[in-house]
């Protein structure tokens, strides 16, 4: 498994689980990070914002998760930058929902040598025009 699917891994168990800390943990905490998701107004730089906008969709009566189905990663010095293409889905109790997600960033890093993300961009990404 590469290093980004197991870090995109890691980040949806925490999603689907609504375990702020799990969650929290995939980022670097020695530097600042930036994560936006697909909502409006989703964009948290740092730690503190991550935890008060998570704590906020980790409440929601619905948990996220998503499944890789291509990704891509690019080592460029001591980071990876990395785009994926997934199956999201939303779980309400026994039903899931799938819809389509992406997800880029880069990972570096942390003082443990572990990778983890600096920037995370979630996004739903349109059918577009039939061909």
Request: net charge negative.
């Amino acid at each position: 498994m590469s290093t980004a699917t197991e870090a995109l891994l890691a980040l949806s168990e925490a999603f689907r689980a609504r375990d702020l800390e799990a969650a929290l943990a995939c980022f670097v905490e020695e530097a600042a990070f930036t994560y936006a998701g697909s909502e409006l107004g989703e964009v948290a730089c740092g730690k503190e914002e991550l935890r008060d906008l998570l704590g906020k969709v980790f409440s929601r009566e619905v948990s996220y998760s998503w499944t890789p189905r291509q990704v891509w990663e690019s080592s460029h010095g001591p980071h990876l930058l990395v785009l994926a293409e997934l199956t999201g889905c939303v779980h309400t109790g026994l039903d899931i929902e799938e819809f389509a997600y992406r997800i880029s960033g880069v990972l570096g890093h942390d003082k443990e040598d572990r990778w983890r993300w600096l920037l995370l961009h979630g996004a739903e990404p349109s059918p577009g025009p039939p061909p």
